[in-house]
């Protein structure tokens, strides 16, 4: 495997990490204030304003691959830049390049009919709207997506839908504009992984009610957020459905993929940005008469922290080059692996940035409470770590044992 970064890549990592220095950084404080101003849930001006530079210097929708509309980069070459911009969280929208408007643009370009891009593509896009996921359920371990209950039924031509979602992100943003909702048209279906759909439910349709905001560990995460939503007897009409009826499981590995690769990515960049302040912080603090940096405990959890980065760095590369050369399901093992390290790699590094910033390490002022709030969400979102360790085991047992014995074994697990 050769991990080397094509020279597109070097190039575009040069100008993004240009952008960032000129226009990111210097911004996180005026970003946070303008959100505390009036309605939290109001775009900020310093966001659209960051936007059009963006699109000006070229670093616009630069995932996408497989795509004639993106930047033309294979999930290998987009992961660095993924990184660099989850060094600062919500600087990925910037570059119109922030979930879950990626995964949504990537189910449309993949799965959309013709109308459906034009309508809802395009503007994304263009980054004149922004969208939703909305799959996960309150009454229900959504972990197990089969368990899933929301309805959608065919009546003439429209379906009728009935449910209700949380964990919404994006839906409180008057920006959002369009779902993508997964729910269940076949109920009886036998096989349970051919009862679920997925369909496009524009925002303003009537019966669509956002219900409250949901915080995540006393964040709002404005103005993007996360909703609790229900659907009732909300009408569309049967051209809203992807790909058709019971498609839903085959449309969500397509989307979920891409979405963990980048995920990880950005956690990596989180990471490295809160190393990078582990170690400034370490080397201009005093403490028993000499630097923290030069306190045996320290320098080995800068180093523990380093050889932890890099190795969740290669096994996401890892990852990333398997989807480009063999594709998101042979590739499912080390997609699931990823999604396991990554987080837990990022908590331990913000813990040990969180110690040496002492007391106020738990404030807002260094943004590493608000980072490891956002990692340690990420073990739960895009399935929990039990789920993916679960798949990562029987993968591996899958090589020593013959297809009778596995579904033995796996028959006696349920």
Known sequence: MDFEYSQKTKDLMTRLNAFMDQHVYPNEKTFIEQVAEGDRWQPTKIMEELKIKAKEAGLWNLFLPESERGAGLSNLEYAPLCEIMGRVIWAPEVFNCGAPDTG????????????????????????EIRSAFAMTEPDVASSDATNIECRIQRDGNEYVINGRKW???G????????????????????????????ILVPRDTPGVKILRHLPVFGYDDAPHGHAEILFDNVRVPASNILLGEGRGFEIAQGRLGPGRIHHCMRLIGLAERSLEKMCKRALTRVAFGKPVAAQTVTLERIAESRIMIDQARLLTLKAAYMMDKVGNKIAAKEIAMIKVAAPNM?????????????????TDEFGLSYAWAQARTLRLADGPDEVHRNQIGKMELSRYITADAMKAYSSSRK
Not at 172 to 197: A, E, V, W, Y
Request: hydrophobic share 35%; glycine share 8%.
């Open 104 to 127: 949504n643009m990537e189910v449309l370009e993949r799965y959309g009919s013709p109308e459906h891009k034009e309508q809802w593509l395009k503007p994304l896009l263009n980054g």
């Open 167 to 169: 964990w919404t992100s």
């Open 171 to 198: 839906a409180n943003d008057p920006r959002c504009k369009i779902f993508i909702l997964m729910g269940k048209t076949d109920p009886d279906n036998p096989s349970r992984h051919s009862q679920q759909s997925m």
């Open 346 to 362: 990022a908590l331990q590094v913000i813990d040990w940035a969180i110690q040496v910033h002492g007391a106020g390490g738990v």
